[in-house]
């Protein structure tokens, strides 16, 4: 009996050993393609498979968030598209696939040295201490988010020796730049939004100069205090800033509180003062008027008009006083007046003082 590839009979085994069937059969093959004696087809078919293999590996998958840098010889050759695609094997060509969707992150002033939680921080006051515009010294740390432009990732790949490291120079000398033209009260308080807008559009046009790839999508101050051999006496300046901040909005509140009191009294005080000047000018107009009419009726009769004037001035002066007339008659008496109204209103007046007293 043979084998499937028909060498020997199988003498010299037992008929139903099915290891050495397998130890056969690997015997053939090795023989027929290392040329081990008999007809056999050489080293061709290892050579064919190397080739198929070499071939196969110029095969490649973009995925969605990458875009795909075809090299040949180290020099790009072409971009592609997320999807699969093909090469000439190495080292023909190769293909790089920088993520063109990932948000970097680039820190200044500070290190994350455990991610926690909680996240643990390490300071670096090389990068962080910067000078202001009005020449105090300020301790700020931020961070710059970056991704990579689809349609330029070959720039981000070549234009540069260290991308990274360029974007890194770039970020903090604008930072620098900004804080350069900015006062310490505007970068401690409402000034941090316009010194993140201003430094990221400076990062931007650097960047663009440098034909770096790259797009920035944030810049974020993480914190901003003066320098920690400083702080206590800052906090003191901030502190008394805020008081005369508060005294002086207490004073404004007072102030318009009284002012407009004042203002409507005064007001007041005017338009009475005008009113009794107006009637002051009525009555005396009228009194002018009736002194005029009473001269053109005295011209027409004295004695008449004296005797009227006269009367009437007694009509209006006696009922405001006390006036007794006596007698001369009555003058010889022992008594000649006796002043009942007077005693009996004085009586009247003692009887009430004396009534809580009485009990």
Sequence with gaps: MSDPFGNGSGRGRPPDDPLAEIRDLVESVRKRLFGGGGKGFGPWPIVAIALVLWLASGVFIVGPDERGLVLRFGRLAREVGSGPGYHLPWP???????SVTQVRKEEFGFRTTDAGPPARYRDVDAEALMLTGDG???????????RV????????????????????????????????NTK???????GRALVEQETQAEIQKILDAYRLGVQVVTVKLQDVAP?????????DVISAEQDKERLINEATGYANDVVPRARGRAAQLVNEADGYRL???????????????????????????????YLETMQEVLPRMKKVLIDPAAGREVVPYLPLDSLVRGQAGAAKVGEPGER
């Design 92 to 98: 023909i060509e190769e293909v790089i696939k920088p």
């Design 136 to 146: 105090n010294i300020i301790k700020l740390q931020f961070i710059v988010q970056y």
């Design 149 to 180: 432009r689809p349609e330029t990732a070959g720039d981000f790949v070549f234009n540069a020796r260290d991308s990274r490291e360029t974007l890194r120079v770039a970020s903090e000398a604008s930072m620098r730049q900004v804080i350069g």
């Design 184 to 190: 310490i009260d505007d970068a401690l308080t409402e």
């Design 227 to 235: 320098p920690d051999a400083v702080s206590d006496a800052f906090k």
């Design 279 to 309: 009637a002051k000018m009525e009555e005396a107009r009228g009194d002018a008027e009736r002194f005029n009419a009473m001269l053109a009726e005295y011209q027409k009769a004295k004695d008449v008009t004296r005797m009227r004037l």
